[in-house]
């Protein structure tokens, strides 16, 4: 399972390296084209704003896999046992696998059926549910990384308990 993840996160770093540089290629030329051409940059600029939405959703699934995701780590760490902190951390992995399922994943399945049919207005040729298509993609990626998280707190939580009534 961890050489999947490692693909995963390959693949991910990599999609949202691309989407780096091409936002900067496009974001340079719309700079350039507004002042040096004097052109108007519509196509550009919601070009722009669609991989930026890209690159955010994709790369907070990527943040998933490498737990920088944001948590509260007063409530674990008030805890002295490994034990509880472990049963405590597994709850709250299954809480944001609960929410990334029923928002990104389900509800985004859910905008993308409903906006597949509208066109994009700066670029015809793009529908608004191709957009929205990053947030199940995102939910699928960042669900995975709350499942394998989960399953590396199960096993923290069987592993052998030493003399101090601790997990080693």
Same mark, same amino acid.
């Given at each position: 399972?961890? +050489?999947?993840?490692?693909? %995963?996160?390959?693949?991910? !770093?990599?999609?949202?390296? +691309?989407?780096?540089?091409?936002?900067? /290629?496009?974001?340079?030329?719309?700079? %350039?084209?507004?002042?040096?051409?004097?052109?108007? @940059?519509?196509? +550009?600029?919601?070009?722009?704003?669609? &991989?930026?939405?890209?690159?955010?959703?994709? @790369? !907070?699934?990527?943040?998933? $896999?490498?737990? $920088?995701?944001?948590?509260? @780590?007063?409530?674990?760490? !008030?805890? #002295? #046992?490994?034990?509880?902190?472990?049963?405590?951390?597994? #709850?709250?992995? %299954?809480?944001?696998?609960?929410?990334?399922?029923?928002?990104?994943?389900? $509800?985004?399945?859910?905008? /993308?059926?409903?906006? &597949?049919?509208?066109?994009?207005?700066?670029?015809?040729?793009?529908?608004?549910?191709?957009?929205?298509?990053?947030?199940?993609?995102? @939910?699928?990626? #960042?669900?995975?990384?709350? =499942?394998?998280?989960?399953?590396?707190?199960?096993?923290? =939580?069987?592993?052998?308990?030493?003399?101090? $009534?601790? !997990?080693?």
């Amino acid at each position: 399972m961890h +050489t999947i993840k490692l693909w %995963v996160d390959r693949f991910l !770093a990599t999609i949202c390296i +691309t989407l780096c540089g091409l936002l900067t /290629v496009v974001v340079t030329w719309q700079v %350039v084209n507004r002042y040096v051409f004097n052109g108007a @940059g519509a196509l +550009t600029e919601e070009l722009a704003k669609i &991989m930026f939405v890209w690159l955010v959703l994709l @790369g !907070a699934a990527l943040l998933f $896999g490498e737990k $920088g995701h944001m948590n509260i @780590g007063i409530f674990v760490d !008030a805890f #002295s #046992s490994k034990r509880l902190k472990g049963m405590f951390q597994l #709850s709250a992995d %299954v809480l944001i696998l609960l929410f990334v399922v029923a928002i990104l994943l389900i $509800g985004g399945l859910d905008a /993308v059926d409903r906006t &597949m049919r509208q066109t994009n207005a700066a670029i015809p040729f793009l529908r608004t549910g191709q957009i929205y298509m990053a947030l199940p993609i995102c @939910g699928a990626f #960042s669900a995975y990384y709350c =499942l394998y998280n989960i399953w590396n707190d199960i096993l923290q =939580l069987l592993r052998p308990v030493s003399s101090e $009534g601790e !997990a080693k």
